[in-house]
């Protein structure tokens, strides 16, 4: 049985929950986190990793698998990079491409979405975020253009997966194939289906 912890993109969750719960269906102790700028939570991606890492330390057990989404990549690699508990990082869509890295960028990219699947799963995120709002995501966004992953990776002393979509808007190929080869990892191609 893995223990496993997912951190969950900016201010949404619901998408996460059915893999969640398949994990811990087929016995492993898998956890869903409270997404980076819902209300009662920090949307400041550094302050929300540090306390990720201490929180594990207060624990004390080893985290088998430790997942970050989108944003949440960033505040997980920060969390790895502080604690030695941390057996296995995997960044799913590792945010933000240096190319992207103002807020202007980041909302064109965010908010002009040409795929029709893309936007349909873009509008179901919008119940998430009504439990963050406008001003905590607009922190959250500003969080993760100021904090380079690229930075931190170099830190965490876990073993290193990155998995990287065919469809992903926010994480250009080039940039996971980058943030791939700078670190020793492994690099992970999902296809469109």
Known sequence: MARVIVVP????HAYAELPVRHLSDNGHAAKLLDPPGWRGGDPDLRHYGRQLAADIDQDGEPVDVLIGL????????????????VRHLVLVSPTVDPAYRSMIKQAAVFFLRGDPHDKAAFLS????????????IFRGFASAIALPIEDVLPGVRAQVTIIHTEYDLLTPHAYAAWLTE???????LMPRR
């Open 70 to 85: 989108s944003v949440g990549t960033q505040a997980a690699t920060v969390a790895a990079s502080l604690t030695s508990l």
């Open 9 to 12: 993109g900016l201010a949404v």
């Open 125 to 136: 995120q919008v119940p998430d975020w009504s439990r963050a709002g406008i001003r905590r």
């Open 182 to 188: 700078t670190n020793d990892a492994r690099l992970v």
